[in-house]
Every structure is written in structure tokens, then in C-alpha cells.
């Protein structure tokens, strides 16, 4: 099973990004869905979660900023990004629970960086 996360890279304040997490070994339609993201020195931070039925949230800093969506026909998971920030900045990658398994996909995510 793969998580492997795309889309990052460098902005200015403003910008935007859309991340991508491709999922393979598995059908993940059944799964809860998850953005985390971690900066140099910091706490993992959950970003944006969505449920198999679309149901989605965010945490407080990025609300009306970014925007969870999934794929399942393409076993694909999304984040855009809008108005970035520079706090934004951090390495992003995408979690699945699948009921009891999880799933991580933090040794294969994608940096971004967000500059003023």
C-alpha cells in the first residue's frame, strides 16, 4: 500500500497549490481521508479530513483557504490551496483509515513553501 503525495512547491504569499496523494495497493473509497502537515520544529497538524461520503473538515486556520475533494474511481485524494500563507509552509502528506488499518503516507510527501 502507497500514499504518495505531488503538487507542492515554492510560492509567494497569495498563491495557490493543489496537492495530490495517489493511492495504490488498495481501494480506498471506504476510507476516511486525511491531510497532515509538519514544519521544521512543530507538531504534526491534522489539515483537512473527508469521509467516504464527501463529508469534510478542516482545521481552523485553513477554513475558506483549502478545499478537500476526492477521487475514487482514481483512488486519488486532493487539497487545494488558496491564498497561501507563510505559515503554510510544511511537508503535506495524506493519511487513510480504513476501519481498523491505517495507513501513512509521511515518508512519501510533498513540501511546500510559502514565502513572503
Known amino acids: 500500500v502507497q500514499l504518495v503525495g505531488s503538487g507542492g512547491g515554492s510560492v509567494q504569499a497569495g498563491g495557490s497549490l493543489k496537492l495530490s496523494c495517489a493511492a495504490s495497493?488498495?481501494?480506498?473509497?471506504?476510507?476516511?481521508m486525511r491531510w497532515y502537515r509538519q514544519g521544521p520544529g512543530t507538531e504534526r497538524e491534522m489539515v483537512a479530513s473527508?469521509?467516504?461520503?464527501?463529508?469534510?473538515g478542516y482545521v481552523d486556520s485553513v477554513k475558506g483557504r483549502f478545499t478537500i475533494s476526492r477521487d475514487d474511481a482514481k483512488n486519488m485524494l486532493y487539497l487545494q490551496m488558496n491564498d497561501l500563507k507563510t505559515e503554510d509552509s510544511a511537508m503535506y502528506y495524506c493519511?487513510?483509515?480504513?476501519?481498523?488499518?491505517?495507513?501513512?503516507?509521511r515518508g512519501q510527501g510533498t513540501q511546500v513553501t510559502v514565502s513572503s
Open positions: 495497493g488498495y481501494t480506498f473509497s471506504s476510507c476516511e
Open positions: 493519511t487513510a483509515s480504513c476501519g481498523a488499518i491505517y495507513y501513512s503516507g
Open positions: 473527508i469521509t467516504s461520503d464527501g463529508a469534510a
